[in-house]
């Protein structure tokens, strides 16, 4: 079993700057992805950004150039700094991680508000 355990949501201004950790623990054996995905109300969840283990990265176009995704292999943690805030970012955020055995795990969500 995996666990994830996301920080660093809050409330913000537009324009403003947020930095989002998920730490992955547990049964590990190796990590395909990480990424981050997020959830307004009355929408569904959509891609933010995602690691590939072999050093790729993908964003959705609404946070190209604004939103950076890193990860430390070492510590199994994703980091998603997120900079030039908008009021459409305000939304759940969740951790997403794939294995090697291609199985998918989902952290708690965490709320990200930003008021303009």
């Known amino acids: 079993q995996v666990q994830l355990v996301e920080s660093g949501g809050g409330l913000v201004q537009a324009g403003g700057s947020l930095r989002l950790s998920c730490a992955a623990s547990?049964?590990?054996?190796?990590?395909?992805?990480m990424g981050w995905y997020r959830q307004a109300p009355g929408m569904q969840r959509e891609l933010v950004a995602t690691?590939?283990?072999?050093?790729?990265?993908n964003y959705a176009d609404s946070v190209k150039g604004r939103f950076t995704i890193s990860r430390d292999n070492a510590k199994n943690t994703v980091y998603l700094q997120m900079n030039s805030l908008k009021p459409e970012d305000t939304a759940v955020y969740y951790c997403?991680?794939?294995?090697?055995?291609?199985?998918?795990?989902w952290g708690q969500g965490t709320q990200v508000t930003v008021s303009s």
């Open positions: 690691s590939i283990i072999a050093g790729s990265t």
């Open positions: 547990g049964s590990i054996f190796g990590i395909n992805a």
């Open positions: 997403n991680v794939v294995t090697t055995g291609w199985r998918e795990y």
